[in-house]
């Protein structure tokens, strides 16, 4: 896939934020530092147009990449970072759940999970969150470079089962570019866009 044009388009802490466009959306969610903003690059092609960081809680915002000016990119920060306070903690909730719910052009959720690791208490209350409000997501195991390739099955087969998913998460890595088609043919199934 060929993205020619990705651009920062919008940085919101609030619904007034948002695009007041309509065009399809599809987000990338999960605990800081598992690779969303990575993701969001190695995806679209570029090197760094969502910031990074070694460090958690380098996303505070919610940033919206225009691509091709077809559909957004939803960059979201990420939670359970450790120094970050409850009245912080709760004004992600806030900010996330206040995107996430009642956004009719939000196509797609990817919920992502560092394939190394069990998913924590927010995972799992993410996941049964968008179970119960009958939300479009799929499971993404990150950073699968840290592992050898064929403990990736396992790996997988761990993420299903501790959350009681119907499939295995979509294997990802930023740094092997694996798993990039797979979420192209999703966006743009989900999205209903034939090319870009
Ligand atoms: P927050 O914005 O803090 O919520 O984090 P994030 O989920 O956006 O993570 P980010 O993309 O900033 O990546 C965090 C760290 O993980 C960085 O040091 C990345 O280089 C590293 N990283 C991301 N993806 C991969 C990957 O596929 N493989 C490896 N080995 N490292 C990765
Ligand atoms: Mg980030």
Not at 33 to 47: A, E, P, W
């Amino acid at each position: 896939m060929i993205v020619n044009n990705a651009e920062i388009a919008l940085t919101a802490v609030a619904p007034s934020g948002f695009p007041k466009d309509g065009k399809p959306e599809v987000a990338f969610v999960g605990k800081s530092n598992v690779g969303k903003s990575s993701l969001i690059n190695t995806v679209l092609g570029r090197k760094r147009l969502a910031r990074t960081s070694k460090s958690p809680g380098k996303t505070r915002t919610i940033n919206f990449f225009s691509v091709d000016d077809i559909l957004y990119f939803v960059d979201l920060p990420g939670y359970g970072y450790a120094k970050v306070s409850k009245s912080e903690s709760a004004k992600w909730g806030d900010m996330v759940e206040g995107y996430l719910q009642n956004r009719s052009q939000l196509k797609m959720i990817f919920l992502l999970l560092d394939i190394r690791h069990e998913p924590g208490s927010n995972d799992i209350m993410l996941y049964e969150w968008f179970l119960h409000y009958n939300l479009p997501f799929t499971l993404v195991a990150t950073k699968t470079d840290k592992v050898s390739r064929n403990q990736i099955p396992k790996h997988l087969g761990v993420l299903r089962r501790s959350l009681g998913a119907d499939h295995p998460p979509v294997p990802f890595s930023s740094l092997a570019k694996q798993g990039k088609s797979e979420l192209w043919r999703i966006i743009l199934d989900k999205c209903e866009i034939s090319v870009l």
